[in-house]
């Protein structure tokens, strides 16, 4: 893989995503690289939409539904909730 390296970042955006990673416990690299994912994703889903369900989906993406990112947080809910049983 090749490295990236951003520069001139103002301090307001990197406080963001540093509190959107810590949001989903995980480091800025990683968050920076699901939000280019995720871009990627849109764009190509919309390149693509021939079919009801991309068009819904790219509608929903539009409105700002997003998915969770991932299902660590319901797992360990999952696990707390049966160790409490």
């Known amino acids: 893989m090749k490295t990236l ?6 301090d307001e955006t990197l406080r963001w995503l540093r509190g959107r990673a810590a949001a989903h416990e995980r480091s800025v690299n990683a968050e920076i690289l699901d939000l280019l994912s995720v871009a990627r994703a ?5 390149q693509h939409a021939t079919n009801p369900f991309a068009r819904t989906f790219i509608e929903a993406r539009r409105r700002g539904v997003r998915t969770t990112p991932s299902s660590r947080k319901i ?11």
């Open 42 to 46: 849109d764009e190509l889903a919309e």
């Open 5 to 10: 390296t951003l520069r001139n970042v103002s």
């Open 75 to 85: 797992v360990r809910a999952d696990r707390d909730r049966d160790a409490r049983s």
